[in-house]
């Protein structure tokens, strides 16, 4: 997911006790072959247009309002908030907390880490769908080395550069390294949805391996593996088991963005131990140095052509090595790790219903289409495609955004506007601006043909790629270069399941990353 902010969630290493979410008996002999008969025939029951007063509807600038919310004394203040965000209350009931103190979704507060690692730590917050925006308009905000937040991390982890994520679009290298990425997706199309196949049918054979022996198998380690070596065969034309890097990249992927993001982390430590160790101090970079070697030995070795373009741009070799590592393993991979199980949890939990609908319309567009899974074909899958959007929407892999005022302006929320001067530090965080109650019926429900129909409006409220989903990433913007290469990826997840099962059963707990998904039932596919 290059050029998008992405920073994970809390590292929980104290794994929760799963609970099952049964989405369908176990599969004990499989029916026989019948002809599909319709695929999403009827109406959508759950897609219902909000009843609340859209943002368009509204005045364009409500009263103006002092922003609410103070920063406290210096020093005290940034660390009574940290302690509140990771401990005392929690990410989310941290900024629900304010909320309901200031009556207020802008105000002021302290985002972490805070002393001694970042020295600024103050922000107004955005969190609703209507302010939050204005952190993708590159006229009004600056990006400048914002991708992880109010710090950033040693440039030794990435070879010494400024990578693309932390480039402003007003800097010249912004717009030459975002083609070369460009130039990337489009030069690698052909082998994409092929390598996704080939990749993936690995990854369901293993799990299938694994349930006949252990009763249940591992959906997100298996992701893991399979997620690096698509994103290797598809993108470079490699594959990881041929070279000296082996099967090593999604182990030592992890570690490396844990250098980079630890300071805005927990690990499930003791909190005094993490508060002086990680929270106070940054990991050393050396101690990563010989394997991001192994990394970018790989990615050098595996990147030729693109290469050569980077040096057509301007940009030397080693320059958009480094940055192709990060955008493959950083983005992209770090994406898939964190959003491939949420997508899988999401429809689980829908049930078998769901699971149904959507294995009659994927099997039956792709037998119209001669048995191929290609774009077109995908296009026409209006639910499959709902539930793509509704996943990205409900959980999105991208919850935070910052940007730095460049002017004096006026930010506005559905209730108020807020006067921000020059040079203050806005942050939004997304899961809030996606579950905007104003904007989403039911907003914190998964509702999978919300945006099926007449719910395709409101897919410009779909913000993960750091812009709206109706818009494209450009050279001038900070959108997400690769939003649709994530998006088609998905959908190809969705379709690759349910052509090869009907339904199946799983566990969800905690992992390192977001959710840890457990197979416990795969009900081969009957029709």
């Given amino acids: 997911m290059a050029s998008t902010s992405l920073s994970f969630p809390s590292l929980q290493l104290q794994f929760h006790t799963p609970q099952k979410t049964s989405s369908s008996k176990p599969y004990s002999r499989r029916l026989s072959i019948r002809p599909i008969t319709a695929s999403v025939s009827e109406k959508p029951s759950l897609q219902a247009p909000p009843t609340t007063v859209s943002p ?15 920063y406290g004394l210096p020093f005290i203040g940034p660390i009574k908030d940290r302690l509140d965000y990771f401990y005392n209350l929690g990410r989310e009931e941290f900024f629900k907390s304010k909320m309901q103190k200031y009556q207020s979704t802008v105000f002021r507060t ?5 002393p001694f690692i970042s020295h600024h730590p103050n922000v107004v917050a955005l969190l609703d769908g209507k302010s939050f925006p204005i952190l993708f308009d590159v006229t009004k905000v600056e990006k400048r080395d914002l991708f992880t937040g109010t710090f950033m991390p040693s440039t030794e982890l990435t070879g010494g550069y400024r990578v693309l994520s932390y480039l402003d679009p007003s800097e010249p290298n912004h717009g030459k390294l975002k083609q070369l990425l460009f130039f990337q997706l489009k030069s690698s199309r052909d082998r994409v949805i092929p390598e996704f196949h080939s990749t993936y049918t690995e990854l369901f054979e293993t799990l299938e391996k694994d349930l006949a022996t252990k ?6 380690e298996a992701n893991d593996q399979a997620a690096f070596n698509f ?3 598809s993108l470079y034309g490699t594959n990881p088991a041929d070279t000296k890097l082996g099967l090593d990249g999604p182990t030592i992927i992890p570690i490396w963005v844990l250098f980079q993001l630890s300071p805005i982390l927990t690990l499930g430590l003791p909190k005094l131990l993490e508060e002086l160790s990680i929270h106070t101090f940054r990991l050393p970079p050396f101690l990563v140095k010989k394997n991001y070697q192994r990394l970018y030995d790989f990615f050098y070795e595996s990147s030729g052509t693109i290469l050569n373009e980077a040096e057509r741009l301007g940009i030397s070799r080693e320059e958009a090595c480094h940055n192709l590592l990060f955008a493959t393993c950083f983005n992209s991979f770090g994406g898939m790790k964190f959003f491939f199980p949420n997508v899988v949890k999401w429809i689980g939990r829908a049930g078998v219903k769901l699971h149904t609908q959507l294995a009659e319309e994927i099997r039956s567009v792709v037998r119209s289409n001669g048995g191929k899974v290609t774009m077109a074909a995908m296009e026409q899958m209006p639910l499959m495609k709902s539930v793509v959007y509704e996943a990205f929407r409900i959980e999105p892999p991208v919850p935070f955004q910052y940007g730095i005022a460049k002017k004096d302006m006026i930010v506005s929320s559905h209730d108020a506007s807020f006067e921000v001067k020059k040079g203050e530090l806005l942050f939004g965080y997304q899961p809030f601006a996606t579950k905007d109650p104003k904007i989403f019926e039911r907003a914190e429900e998964f509702v999978a043909d919300r945006f099926v129909g007449e719910g395709e409006k409101l897919l410009k409220h779909v913000l993960w790629s750091n812009g709206p989903e109706t818009e494209k990433p450009t050279v001038g913007n900070k959108q997400c270069a690769g939003k649709d290469f994530v998006v088609l990826i998905t959908r190809l997840l969705v379709v690759e399941l349910f052509l090869r099962y009907d339904s199946f059963e799983m566990e969800v707990g905690t992992s390192a990353l977001g959710s840890s998904v457990t197979v416990t039932s795969l009900k081969r596919a009957s029709f």
């Fill in 215 to 220: 009763a249940k198998a591992s959906f997100s």
């Fill in 56 to 70: 368009s509807q509204q005045p364009t600038q409500p009263p103006i309002r002092k922003i609410p919310g103070n």
């Fill in 110 to 114: 302290n985002m972490p880490p805070g």
């Fill in 231 to 233: 994103l290797a065969r």
